[in-house]
T-cell receptor
Framework: EAEVAQSPRYKITEKSQAVAFWCDPI?????LYWYRQILGQGPELLVQ????????DSQLPKDRFSAERLKGVDSTLKIQPAELGDSAMYLC????????????FGQGTRLTVV | GNSVTQMEGPVTLSEEAFLTINCTYT??????LFWYVQYPGEGLQLLLK?????DKGSNKGFEATYRKETTSFHLEKGSVQVSDSAVYFC???????????FGSGTQLTVLP
């Protein structure tokens, strides 16, 4: 069964350092989402791609976060510099992007900033 | 904008008890509605979905009915098991960009 792949699974970084997460969506899925989930809360959308184009990045802290999906397939989310408050689970999801289709999630990257 | 409101947790039940987790939504247009489940340390898994009013989604004994008149999508299960212990998220998807919005989640613990 096809899955959304994310790496790394866990990441510990010092504040002010740069960190990057990678996501490979299910083949053929045009829509890719990056979510941030703080412990005990629901996922919050950071950025949504349709193919290689950004559809929504209104909640992405653009002074330190960036995201790209250059060829419309895999994607990278970067934080520079990391802050203590960035500690969270970062989830990637993908969907076909058509009406009524659900999103499939990866296992996430647990980021701890120390 | 769109939003999803879930019943506050945590919820603790004994095995074989009846489960209800309330979920209401606000959205433009006619959203699709979903329930996702998250086990500790894992990503979210789709539990069930409904795409139009009066649709009933069901899976693994869980059910939810899309009620347009009350803008609700409550999750139910007649007899919970210890293995159902997890966090449950209600979500809606709407708009031309199919934006997916989540509720805050409800922690369910089932005791043997």
């Amino acid at each position: 069964e096809a899955e959304v792949a994310q790496s790394p699974r866990y990441k510990i970084t010092e504040k002010s350092q740069a960190v990057a997460f990678w996501c490979d969506p299910i083949s053929g899925h045009a829509t890719l989402y990056w979510y941030r989930q703080i412990l005990g809360q629901g996922p919050e959308l950071l950025v949504q791609f349709q193919d290689e184009s950004v559809v929504d990045d209104s909640q992405l802290p653009k002074d330190r976060f960036s995201a790209e999906r250059l060829k419309g397939v895999d994607s990278t989310l970067k934080i520079q510099p990391a802050e203590l408050g960035d500690s969270a689970m970062y989830l990637c999801a993908s969907s076909r992007g058509t009406l009524n289709t659900e999103a499939f999630f990866g296992q996430g990257t647990r980021l701890t900033v120390v | 904008g769109n939003s999803v409101t879930q019943m506050e947790g945590p919820v603790t039940l004994s095995e074989e008890a009846f489960l209800t987790i309330n979920c209401t939504y606000t959205a433009t247009g006619y959203p699709s509605l979903f329930w996702y489940v998250q086990y500790p340390g894992e990503g979210l898994q789709l539990l069930l979905k409904a795409t139009k009013a009066d649709d009933k989604g069901s899976n693994k004994g869980f059910e939810a009915t899309y009620r347009k008149e009350t803008t609700s999508f409550h999750l139910e299960k007649g007899s919970v098991q210890v293995s159902d212990s997890a966090v449950y998220f209600c979500a809606s998807s709407s708009g031309s960009a199919r934006q997916l919005t989540f509720g805050s989640g409800t922690q369910l613990t089932v005791l043997p």
